[in-house]
């Protein structure tokens, strides 16, 4: 699976020079132009990762990294024109999980966001998911209500893992299959609507009236983050 990027900076040209770059690395990446614009990007689609500007024309980054870490763990490394270590410091204790001053070589961004999704893989793996009487352990790869393991096959663990890391989002059909292009997945996104309604029969309550995984009418699905 292609690992997306955000890319939250104001300067066009470096934006650009970054983009492309990651690009022939192998990342997918988007960028943002201003704090409001990324907020909203990262509040609207999932990424693996975001590369934040400090000095930004409409919110300072510092603003933007503890708004988002409010509401996500995406790994955020921050860029910076200015080397001040108190900067770095403030950043970190923002929610930053790394920090790189301009201007630096881009074979060191390559390497500092892949030991960044490295890190948060790692994370992943051995991290169990709670949401109210919910359970989802990554490691055993089970889902379990009020402590009873609930069956799912494989693809359907994966699709409702993808959904579950994207907690209070609305994903649409398209970005759930590119958040599983490395399952396998028929080749017609309806299917999706299938093991949804097979998802909902062994984590829901009343699989009619569902609370955990809920359909938002012409966008898609979304994971509830609050749930009992």
Request: proline share 4%; hydrophobic share 40%; charged share 30%.
């Amino acid at each position: 699976m292609t690992d997306r990027i955000l890319l939250i900076e104001d300067d066009r040209r470096l934006a650009e020079m970054i983009s492309n770059y990651l690009g022939e690395a192998g990342f997918q990446t988007a960028i943002a132009p201003s704090g409001g614009t990324g907020m909203a990007m990262h509040d609207r689609e999932p990424f693996d990762i975001l590369i934040l500007d400090l000095m930004l024309p409409d919110i300072d980054g510092l603003t933007v990294c503890r708004r988002i870490r409010e509401k996500s763990a995406t790994p955020i490394l921050m860029l910076t024109a200015r080397g001040d270590a108190m900067d770095r410091v403030v950043g970190l204790e923002m929610g930053a999980d790394d920090y790189l001053p301009k201007p630096f070589e881009p074979r060191e961004l390559l390497a500092r966001l892949r030991a960044l999704l490295r890190r948060a893989r790692s994370d992943k793996k051995t991290e169990l998911m709670r949401f109210g009487r919910l359970e989802i352990d990554t490691a055993a790869r089970q889902v379990r209500l009020d402590g009873e393991e609930r069956p799912l096959t494989s693809y359907q663990f994966a699709l409702l893992l993808a959904l579950a890391e994207n907690a209070g989002r609305v994903l649409s059909r398209d970005t759930i299959m590119n958040l599983l292009k490395s399952e396998t997945l028929e080749a017609f996104d309806r299917s999706i609507d299938v093991h949804i309604s097979r998802i909902r029969a062994a984590i829901e309550d009343d699989p009619k009236k569902p609370r955990r995984v809920i359909t938002v009418r012409g966008a898609g699905y979304v994971f509830a983050k609050a749930q009992d």
